[in-house]
């Protein structure tokens, strides 16, 4: 029986905020062209820090940099829905919840 090694993440903290940027600009253009807008300094703030997971997380959702995923479609009615419906929290959850 083999025994291998655990897997480290891939670490890079010589990559700068900007080149992060463009990365994200330039995955979402290729695999998500209607969130290029989410890639704002609010969202760079949000993941300083923490752009491996997010770019990991990114890669999950939408697939790998030119070969998206096809992300399901909601109807018009099913959001709505969706909208209408009761929002429960968890205890946890309810500590990030806006107001109101």
């Known amino acids: 029986m083999e025994i291998l090694a655990p897997i480290t993440p891939i670490t890079n903290t010589n990559i700068s905020d900007d080149s992060w940027r463009e990365t994200f600009i330039e995955y979402y253009t290729t695999n998500a062209p209607q969130k290029v807008s989410m890639v704002n300094e609010k ?18 959702k939408y697939g790998p940099l030119g070969a998206p995923i096809d992300q399901p479609q909601v109807s018009r009615s099913s959001r709505s829905k969706l909208a209408a419906a009761p929002r429960r929290f968890t205890p946890a959850a309810r500590a990030f919840a806006a107001p109101g």
């Not at 969202?43 to 999950?60: C, T, V």
Request: net charge positive; aromatic share 12%.
């Open 43 to 60: 969202m760079m703030a949000r993941w300083s820090g923490k752009y491996e997971i997010l770019m990991k997380n990114l890669i999950e």
